[in-house]
Nanobody, 126 residues
């Protein structure tokens, strides 16, 4: 079993920055790839970014490419999402996820992930 706890969400003005963290416990952190997804009210959950077990491979949604950066610190069992130049359309609940059978990949499909955090709200005001 893997437990994931997100933090770092909040209210920020457009153009601002936030850094989300996701702390993992319960299993060797390098056993899985990590991903960030988000869900806005009335919309489906969508892929944001993913990183493989070693951190040397990443993938981003087109909507966040160049603005968001995913990273991980395996010594701290934590994955991060640095979000810059935030836009009102980035407003959503952000979830981190762990994929146990895809540790060497950077999956963009939610179905590839086995464990999910509870989410953290990010609100960007215009």
């Amino acid at each position: 079993q893997v437990q994931l706890v997100e933090s770092g969400g909040g209210l920020v003005q457009a153009g601002g920055s936030l850094r989300l963290s996701c702390a993992a416990s319960g299993r060797t952190f390098t056993s899985y790839a990590m991903g960030w997804f988000r869900q806005a009210p009335g919309k489906e959950r969508e892929f944001v970014a993913a990183i493989n077990w070693s951190g040397d491979s990443t993938r981003y949604a087109d909507s966040v490419k160049g603005r968001f950066t995913i990273s991980r610190d395996n010594a701290k069992n934590t994955v991060y999402l640095q979000m810059n130049i935030l836009k009102p359309e980035d407003t959503a609940v952000y979830y981190c996820a762990a994929g146990l059978n895809v540790r060497w990949l950077v999956p963009s499909s939610w179905s590839e992930y086995d464990y999910w955090g509870q989410g953290t709200q990010v609100t960007v005001s215009s």
